[in-house]
């Protein structure tokens, strides 16, 4: 009998949309020269509602960036869209970050930010306006921004909690 191997023409997708944030370089002065240390800020989603963020830091870029994926992977949270936007309005705070999301209507694309626009099109979501107040800091204005997704209620758990159906609720 001959063995066959099964070997696909095309990769298989990847499970989560990687997008790198920021790379940051610093430098310890040492007695031989210079030391290069890197650190990495990734955001991860799915594009289905699930989406995490991570920090990574080495000595080499590719290290720095794969230990923040799997960071980001690691603290996945779903957020709660509603025909590719938002349910209702809310403001993150992180520090002196702050983070304001809103809903919009069908068409408007994703009006936001670098740091927020790469959490928002990582979650998948395809319509939303932000405005990032305070501090410009790409790692605050990311915790901010996941601060703010945590406090979106989902329609779903009130209905829940309140023992009626979504039908109910939204009227």
């Known amino acids: 009998m001959e063995h066959q191997k099964n070997f696909d023409k ?25 030391r290069m240390s890197f650190s990495a800020l990734t955001v991860v989603g799915d594009g289905k509602g699930r989406v995490g963020y991570g920090l990574g830091k080495a000595n080499d870029v590719s290290e720095a ?5 799997d960071k980001a992977k690691r603290s996945l949270v779903f ?37 927020v626009r790469a959490i928002m099109e990582a979650a998948g979501a395809t ?6 107040l305070g501090s410009n800091a790409a790692v605050n204005v990311v915790r901010a921004t996941f601060d703010a997704i945590s406090k979106i209620m989902d329609a779903k758990k009130i209905a829940a909690n309140r023992g009626k159906t979504l039908d109910e609720l939204w009227g």
């Open 65 to 69: 960036i794969k230990k923040s994926i």
């Open 127 to 132: 319509d939303i306006q932000s405005k990032s």
């Open 10 to 34: 095309e990769p298989k997708e990847k499970e989560f949309v990687e997008k790198l944030v920021t790379l940051n370089r610093t430098c310890k002065t040492v007695k031989g020269g210079r």
């Open 79 to 115: 957020v709660p869209l509603k025909n590719g936007t938002l349910p209702h309005e809310m403001t993150g705070k992180y520090k002196s970050s702050e983070v304001l999301l809103k809903p919009a209507c069908s068409g408007t694309g994703i009006i936001a930010g670098g740091t």
